[in-house]
């Protein structure tokens, strides 16, 4: 299975921006899919943006125009720039990577993400 690595989390206040890294082990990282999921306090788990290994993108109806989804094949990373960050924004944030024919996949440690003034 591939590893993965997330980082860049932190406080920042309402109106800011971070730019969350998963980094990953493996030599066909390319082939995955690749998403970042939130989980706050009391709630489950969600999915807030994911990538194939197209580059085709997908986001959640509460982040579409704030948050960026990227990939560096090369480098064996994805990026999430997430700008405007409220409030509500808050939770700790894991990476995942899967084949494009399975569900589960790996997951990251997580990286916590607090917007507060």
């Given amino acids: 299975q591939v590893q993965l690595v997330e980082s860049g989390g932190g406080l920042v206040q309402p109106g800011g921006s971070l730019r969350l890294s998963c980094a990953a082990s493996g030599s066909i990282f390319s082939i995955y899919v690749v998403g970042w999921y939130r989980q706050a306090p009391g709630k489950q788990r969600e999915l807030v943006a994911d990538i194939t290994n197209a580059g085709n993108t997908n986001y959640a109806d509460s982040v579409k125009g704030r948050f960026t989804i990227s990939r560096d ?3 064996n990373t994805v990026a999430l720039q997430m700008n405007s ?3 509500e924004d808050t939770a700790v944030y894991y990476c995942n990577a899967r ?3 399975a569900r589960g996949g790996s997951w990251g440690q997580g990286t916590q993400v607090t917007v507060s003034a």
């Fill in 85 to 87: 960050l409220k409030p």
């Fill in 73 to 75: 094949n090369a480098k």
């Fill in 99 to 101: 084949f494009p024919w």
